[in-house]
């Protein structure tokens, strides 16, 4: 059961994916200059021009931040004629805890 923040974000209340790939990505400096640039949708290179990255590395790390929830494909857009899938975050924040045992929360988007 989730429940509301004090911003109005939707609070999930354990991460149901791998914790330890979790981290690995946040870990990542360039997986997190994806995340923290995928605020608003943008294309793949928009985020490789943004982020001043390799194009094989950002499509690896989108890859990884999209199968550990942290990056979703937003929608698509028209660019010079052809489509192009826009990512955004898919949640907002993520919370790590060390006490006892590892918790994981993600704080989703306001819809």
Do not use: H
Request: proline share 4%; glycine share 6%.
């Amino acid at each position: 059961m989730s429940s509301q923040t004090e911003s109005g974000s939707t609070a999930a209340p354990e991460w149901s994916g791998s914790k330890a790939e979790l981290l690995r990505v946040v870990a990542d400096e360039d997986a997190r200059e994806i995340f923290y640039s995928a605020r608003n949708p943008k294309t793949v290179p928009e985020l490789i021009e943004e982020c001043g990255i390799p194009k094989t590395t950002a499509y690896r790390k989108i890859e990884q931040l999209v199968e550990c929830g942290l990056l979703e494909a937003a929608e698509s857009s028209e660019l010079r004629g052809n489509e192009a899938v826009e990512y955004r975050r898919g949640i907002d924040e993520v919370r790590i805890r060390l006490r006892d045992s590892l918790s994981i929360e993600g704080l989703v988007f306001k819809e």
